[in-house]
């Protein structure tokens, strides 16, 4: 697996758009409905985030429409 930053993945009907991404912590937004991009912001390590990635889809830039721009996702 590997992350980028503003990827947005997706498990059941919760979707994951990774903010900032360092090298032991990531920032997330977990967001319910991509066109909204309303949802909360929370920091983990890197270990935590791939454990909750699991089973989740990459979803694909032509899916989820427009690529977000990093301050998009930055918003509460």
């Known amino acids: 697996m590997r992350l980028q930053q503003n990827q947005i993945w997706q498990q059941g009907d919760?979707?994951?758009g990774i903010v900032e991404l360092e090298r032991l912590r990531v920032e997330?937004?977990?967001m319910r409905d991509l066109s909204t991009r309303e949802g909360t912001h929370h920091q983990v390590t890197k270990k935590e985030f791939c454990r909750l990635l699991?089973?989740?889809?990459?979803v694909s830039?032509?899916?989820a429409g427009p690529s977000p721009r990093?301050?998009?996702l930055k918003q509460p």
């Open 14 to 16: 919760q979707f994951f």
């Open 28 to 30: 997330y937004k977990a």
């Open 54 to 58: 699991k089973g989740a889809v990459l």
């Open 61 to 63: 830039p032509v899916a």
């Open 70 to 72: 990093a301050d998009e």
